[in-house]
């Protein structure tokens, strides 16, 4: 891990402690993207479905790392079609926050992908992300992704 990791994760921690508080509803790790109506919905800024990467963004404005959420065209209802995911120069997902962070595609899906948490369709809260990013930042990766 790298010093971004070091200086972007106490800060991710600390912003998902708040989230858990005020925000519990709009957290949602399961997909890149929620959408109501077509309309991507929670996360206050970067139109995703309000996972860690997603709020990440509404708590450190200069970070590399982006969440985007572009509006591509129409369905064949005619709702809104977004992209959506998250981006590090020319690396998308997983590979976007290992390139950034100086950490592996597997400890990056350890922490942000929600199948590591409880397993298939998991959807950890944002207090189970901020205890394990700090466990992290305070004992390293476990083994099993290193």
Known sequence: MNKLFRKEMPILVDGLKKVHKKFANRFDMRTWSS????????????????????????FIKDSPIKCIGVKIGKDWKGNDEWELG???KNF???????????????????????NSY??????????E??????TVLYDGFPESCA
């Open 35 to 58: 959408q109501d109506n077509g309309t991507p919905s929670r996360s206050p800024k970067c139109n995703t479905s309000g996972c860690a990467m997603g709020w990440k963004n509404s």
């Open 86 to 88: 998250v981006r590090y």
């Open 92 to 114: 998308e997902e997983f590979e976007a926050i290992s390139k950034a962070y100086g950490i592996t595609e597997d400890q990056a899906q350890y922490l942000f992908h929600p």
């Open 118 to 127: 409880s397993g298939w369709d998991a959807n950890p809260t944002a207090l």
């Open 129 to 134: 992300v901020a205890h394990r990013i700090e």
